[in-house]
């Protein structure tokens, strides 16, 4: 299945690909990543965001935003995310839509939902 040139096959793992980049992003793991883990996974939101883009046609958004929400509710629990964070803000795994990758939203799209949630984390570099 194709829209645009764009492959939604591989979009959508590619997207499994970053809720998980997105699930580290929320826990612990991040305290460890240096330079070079920060670029991969700014990459990572690149990529999807610019992806995300690509998705023209409503339906097929649509239907992307219904797999993601399937996905969400029962493989991409919020990762190890603090009760005060957590309060915070919902979970970045939990804001997954195409409107939302896409920066359609207003919200800054992948980019943005990455660092918004390295933001809210406090054992995040830099942090």
């Known amino acids: 299945m194709s829209q645009g040139g764009l492959n939604l096959d591989a979009f959508v793992s590619q ?3 970053f809720a998980g ?3 580290h992003a929320e826990g612990t793991e991040c305290q460890d990543w ?5 670029d ?3 990459g990572w939101a690149d990529y999807v965001q610019g992806s995300a883009a690509l998705l023209a046609d409503d339906c097929e958004a ?4 219904r797999w993601l929400a399937t996905q969400q509710a029962q493989h991409w629990p919020s990762s190890q995310a603090s009760a005060s964070t957590a309060a915070a803000a919902a979970p970045a795994s939990r ?4 409107g ?11 980019r943005g939902l990455l660092l918004r949630t390295l933001a809210l984390n406090p054992t995040a570099p830099n942090a």
Do not use: M
């Not at 939302?100 to 992948?110: H, K």
């Open 62 to 65: 649509a239907a992307v935003d």
């Open 100 to 110: 939302a990758l896409s920066g359609r939203d207003g919200a800054g799209g992948a």
């Open 95 to 98: 804001l997954l839509t195409v």
């Open 15 to 17: 997207i499994g690909e």
């Open 40 to 42: 991969r996974a700014f």
């Open 34 to 38: 240096n330079s070079e883990a920060v």
């Open 21 to 23: 980049v997105l699930g």
